[in-house]
């Protein structure tokens, strides 16, 4: 049909059984034609099938990334092609375009040869996206044409899997959904923790610490994973079907069990800060700080509110030598008060979270922070050795000009000529001087 790859499939009950055509899946496969592969039959079962029609990702790891191509008309020509777009025309918006027409979440990552390069014809013009077309030939292009594109170019695009926790606390905690054309909770049958924990890594949460099933009474359809395709290493959104249950006229007064998981990534990254008279530094925007000898300084740690209660433990490590302090969490932080700075407070400072939640305990940690203690003695020594050096230079210095200006300048004779006088008469008298 020349409309690209699948994008949704989905199997509905008509009310009525009618004629149908029933197509072999091993004919098909064998690489026959639909027509070579169907013959009639009777069946209230329809399947409806979304194909994708102007835009793909090919050469990726899945639907949802590889190199962009857009399908166009070219005008010498009574077929239809697939096209490469150049990264210089291509911006955010429009990967937010492409992302939602190939039905996947978010773009996480565009730049040119992401996924190699191929000698396919050009898209010549740029297109000017405003981010909220629902497909790419949608948006608005230039009127200037591009008549070539260097290598290298070719846009290479990654959008985000249609997959997420919803409910939870954090976007790794919470019930899993699926996105094919509408977001469905996932159907639990069969589930056991290894699914779960291919899940949790599909969605960057690290490994999973709880799988439960919760019971919906609602009307709303859910999706069938097919295990199997699960764990020889498929994506969510492949092995995802309609649960024929939920499809069926009798879904409305029938509950089902949905996947709810919690996965290790759950807490977000604390802050570390330091505050003292003579800097605030946030380990947000910079990695060191400084403080004086003597002087007193806080070190903070803060976490973005998710669960109650938890505790922080502030490590220092100087010297291959770690030291910890634990207070629990008031208002998610916690301050560890220095009355003193000393030269052992100096060393690398980092915050741990941990909270008991779900029966587990979980922890994050934040980035280290550098404290360096300044010595003001130092200073003072410096200072001691450096004025007296000072204080003879000036007084070189100044003797050297003293003695500069005492001295007097030798007199030069000077030579009158008399204007009066030729200047053959002032030769003659010169001649008689020498002569005497």
Same mark, same amino acid.
């Given at each position: 049909m ?14 009525? @059984? ?14 026959? $034609?639909?027509?070579?592969c ?10 409806? @099938? ?5 835009? #793909? ?19 010498h020509?009574?077929n239809?092609n ?17 992302? #939602? ?5 978010? *773009?996480?990552a ?21 981010g909220?077309? &629902? ?13 070539? +594109? ?18 939870g ?25 290894n ?28 999706w ?25 006229? &009798? ?34 925007? !910079? ?5 004086? !000898? ?6 903070? +740690? ?5 669960? $109650? ?29 220095? *009355? ?5 407070? #100096? ?28 010595? *003001? ?32 300048? @030798? *007199? ?6 008399? $204007? ?17």
């Amino acid at each position: 049909m020349t409309c690209g790859s699948a994008v949704f499939v989905e199997k509905h009950e008509d009310s009525s @059984v009618s004629s149908v055509w029933w197509i072999s899946s091993d004919c098909l496969q064998s690489g026959y $034609p639909l027509k070579e592969c169907a013959s009639g039959d009777s069946s209230s079962s329809i399947l409806d @099938v979304t194909c994708l029609i102007s835009v #793909r990702l090919v050469n990726g790891t899945s639907l949802c990334s590889g190199r962009l191509e857009v399908k166009s008309s070219w005008s010498h020509q009574s077929n239809q092609n697939w096209s490469t777009v150049c990264d210089t025309d291509f911006d955010q918006q429009d990967a937010e375009v492409v992302c #939602r027409e190939l039905g996947c979440g978010s *773009p996480s990552a565009f730049q040119g040869a992401l996924y190699g390069e191929v000698e396919t014809p050009k898209w010549t013009t740029e297109f000017q996206c405003g981010g909220t077309e &629902s497909a790419l030939l949608d948006c608005k292009r230039s009127g200037s044409v591009r008549n070539s +594109c260097s290598s290298g170019k070719a846009v290479g695009l990654t959008c985000s899997e249609p997959v997420r926790l919803l409910g939870g606390a954090s976007r790794c905690e919470g019930t899993l959904e699926v996105k094919l054309g509408t977001w469905r909770p996932v159907d639990a049958s069969g589930w056991t923790m290894n699914e779960a924990d291919a899940a949790c890594r599909e969605l960057d949460c690290g490994s999973v610490v709880l799988l439960e099933t919760r019971n919906d009474s609602s009307s709303r359809p859910v999706w069938k994973i097919e295990l199997g395709l699960l764990k020889s290493g498929s994506t969510l959104r492949e092995c995802a079907s309609s649960s024929s249950s939920s499809s069926s006229s &009798s879904s409305s007064s029938q509950s089902f069990s949905i996947v709810m998981l919690v996965c290790t990534d759950l807490l977000v990254q604390p802050i570390i800060s330091v505050s003292s008279k003579d800097e605030v530094t946030s380990a947000l925007h !910079q990695r060191s700080a400084r403080v004086s !000898q003597g002087s007193s300084f806080t070190i903070s +740690c803060s976490i973005q509110p998710q669960y $109650p209660g938890g505790s922080f433990q502030l490590s220092l490590t100087f010297s291959n030598i770690t030291y910890s302090y634990t207070q629990l969490a008031i208002n998610h932080s916690a301050h560890f008060l220095f *009355p003193a700075a000393e030269l052992s407070h #100096r060393g690398s400072y980092g915050c741990v979270y941990n909270v008991h939640v779900f029966s587990h305990n979980f922890s994050s940690v934040s980035h280290l922070l550098t404290l360096t203690v300044s010595d *003001p003695t130092v200073f003072i020594i410096r200072t001691l050795v450096l004025l007296p050096s000072l204080l003879i230079f000036i007084s070189l210095i100044y003797c050297s000009h003293k003695t500069t200006k005492g001295q007097k300048t @030798v *007199p030069q004779k000077n030579l009158k000529l008399n $204007p009066g006088r030729a200047e053959g008469e002032q030769v003659e008298e010169d001649q008689e001087e020498a002569a005497v």
